[in-house]
């Protein structure tokens, strides 16, 4: 990359390249491989400590598709299909006139609340610590759904904390241990987790920080529910998963990739833009696949 393009990138992100502001790292990649990359700022304000490539940021919902390809794994093995009835898995849930598939968790067509929003009904705090059950039973317990599954797509954070229960359930181990095990080791992946225990020191990692009056104050949770969210990787870290969309050293081969990149489609045959945690969309001609996070202090986006 030539110094006029990086000098560029420089000036677009200066107003984050200080001493005394939270900031961010960067990757430009091309088939996996770091073009250029760089931190911004710092990774904590009370230490002084600044952002590097290496530095580990929660990506929230970027999240999502690291569940879809965990799910995928479990098709492929022929311990799920993406057609079973969600309660085949997680009985607990009510009985709706038409049955909710694990496709329908997939694509945002389910019509199950938002557990988000239903948190926030309930007055429960993203701060606070809460059991797992505590927050499936906000789910399990809804009467009613938003639509007829497969009717509308509407992004809901509940199918992919149910998604994340169910590799959980079908595999006998945490949605963690899975992801470890099945992903994030073989890539070499060694600074990603998905963050169920908010107790655990993560060194590298990037305080949260969002804006006050008087400056930056910490924006932190101490909630550690995963599947929707809750991964926490680095730039470096996120060039491998990039790297494997192109030649997949996972289980399941290219065929696999296309598995999870295909969209998925409503009742009436819509194709939607959607697919397996992926948004897919057209930029000036080209095909983009993305999907971007927010959680508490920290924002996220992975784009290709």
């Known amino acids: 990359m030539n110094k006029n393009i990086i000098g560029k990138i420089g000036k677009l992100f200066s107003e984050w390249d200080g001493k005394d502001t939270p900031g961010f790292a960067v990757g430009i990649l091309r088939r996996g491989k770091i073009l250029y990359s760089r931190g911004y700022g710092m990774a904590s304000l009370e230490h002084a400590v600044p952002i590097t490539p290496k530095t580990i940021f929660d990506i929230g919902s970027t999240s999502k598709q690291f569940v879809a390809f965990c799910v995928a794994l479990l098709e492929r093995s022929g311990k799920i299909s993406l057609e079973d009835d969600v309660r085949k898995h997680i009985p607990e849930m009510r009985k709706y006139v038409k049955s909710v598939r694990l496709h329908h968790l997939l694509h945002h067509t389910s019509g199950i609340r938002d557990y988000l929003a239903l948190m926030e009904l309930a007055g429960m705090r993203y701060e606070n610590e809460y059991p797992d ?27 992919y904390l149910l998604l994340g229960e169910i590799v959980k359930r079908v595999s006998g181990l945490s949605l963690r241990e899975f992801a470890e095990k099945n992903i994030f080791s073989p890539l070499g992946m060694h600074s990603t987790h998905f963050h169920d225990d908010y107790t655990r020191i993560v060194k590298n990692k990037a305080s949260g920080y969002s804006a006050s009056d008087t400056g930056f104050k910490l924006d932190i949770s101490l909630f550690d529910v995963v599947g929707d969210g809750g991964v926490n ?52 001609g080209q095909t983009v696949i993305s999907h971007g996070g927010a959680w508490v202090g920290y924002r996220s986006d992975l784009m290709r």
């Open 133 to 159: 059950e505590q927050v499936l039973g906000l789910i399990t317990r809804q009467r009613n759904l938003n639509f007829i599954p497969g009717e509308e797509f509407i992004y809901s954070n509940s199918g």
């Open 233 to 284: 990787t680095s730039v470096e870290d996120l060039a491998k998963w990039d790297a494997n969309f192109y030649s997949n050293r996972l289980a399941g081969g290219q065929e696999l990739i296309k598995r999870i990149t295909t969209p998925g489609r409503l009742n009436d045959g819509r194709k939607l833009e959607y697919a397996h945690g992926l948004f897919g969309a057209d930029y000036r």
